[in-house]
């Protein structure tokens, strides 16, 4: 049965900065707010401490490298919703500093996950995105440090301005490619696969505020952000905000006002538009 109520869906949501950005928008949005994990046993144990500080997030499994997965949500929230209004593709990974696993597989898994799969979800739910939805794509600042590590060529292809995703994704490829024969920084490449796979969440948000600056649908807003050095899994606890404020901006960006225009294809930290290198 399909609602008109509003409805928001955070990817990679069971934990740390994904964790809060359900909590806030469950406390602020005034819709039904999804909470997503790959495993779904630790999405509802997610939801359950949630409803145990009086809040009502809903669940849905979601595997970002899984198409299936994909599909299975999307239909779910044409179903029920026919439409999204917010959408925080949070899901992300890194390889631990002290990892053992070979630079071409750090490249190949890192960019895969971070990067590939992410056009795969927004391939799949940007038709859904109503009038004035809200979308915010997780970056961070390691993209800015990466790019400027890169060839003047290779950082004149990203900021093409007319560059669109299947060249990006090529620009990408690129890069994994030659993680594998282990040439990346020869072929003047950054040598941090994390950058790298952010330096395409970042273009990957302008591509997308181009094209959906030019869709039927009215006043649809996105940004990519980066929330800090939080103190999560992912950085083994070592950063120095709380997930809590590491949720902030990308809390901030996903529930702007429906009259404010910008910021609109930005890239944002700590709530402030940041020059693109």
Request: glycine residues 8%.
């Amino acid at each position: 049965m399909t609602t008109t109520k509003a409805v928001a869906v955070v990817t990679g949501s069971n934990k740390g900065i994904g964790l809060q950005i359900v909590k806030g928008l469950c406390q602020r949005f005034n819709g039904d707010v999804y909470l997503t994990a790959r495993n779904e046993d630790l999405g509802l144990k997610a939801v359950q401490s949630l409803r145990e500080e009086g809040l009502n997030p809903k669940f849905h499994q979601l595997d970002i490298t899984d198409p299936a997965s994909i599909t299975r949500l999307r239909d779910h929230l044409q179903a029920h919703y026919g439409g999204i209004d917010v959408l925080v593709n949070n899901a992300g990974m890194a390889f631990k500093k002290d990892t053992e696993s070979p630079f071409s597989e750090q490249a190949r898994v890192t960019c895969g996950v971070n990067f590939f799969s992410q056009v795969d979800v927004c391939d799949a739910l940007f038709p859904l995105l109503r009038p004035h939805a809200r979308v915010v794509n997780m970056s961070s600042m390691a993209a800015q440090w990466s790019i400027v590590k890169c060839s003047s060529d290779i950082q004149a292809r990203f900021k093409d301005s007319t560059i669109t995703t299947a060249q990006l994704k090529s620009l990408v490829q690129e890069f994994i490619n030659a993680a594998q024969t282990g040439d990346h920084v020869k072929q003047g490449w950054a040598d941090m696969a994390y950058g790298v796979s952010k330096i395409g969440m970042t273009v990957l948000t302008f591509i997308q505020h181009r094209a959906l600056s030019q869709d039927g649908r009215p006043g649809i807003v996105i940004n990519s952000c980066c929330p800090g050095y939080v103190q999560t899994d992912l950085t083994s606890g070592q950063g120095k905000k709380t997930p809590e404020q590491g949720a902030d901006t990308p809390l901030y960006l996903a529930l702007l006002p429906s009259n404010v225009t910008s910021p609109n294809g930005e890239f944002v930290s700590d709530r402030e538009v940041q020059k693109w290198t």
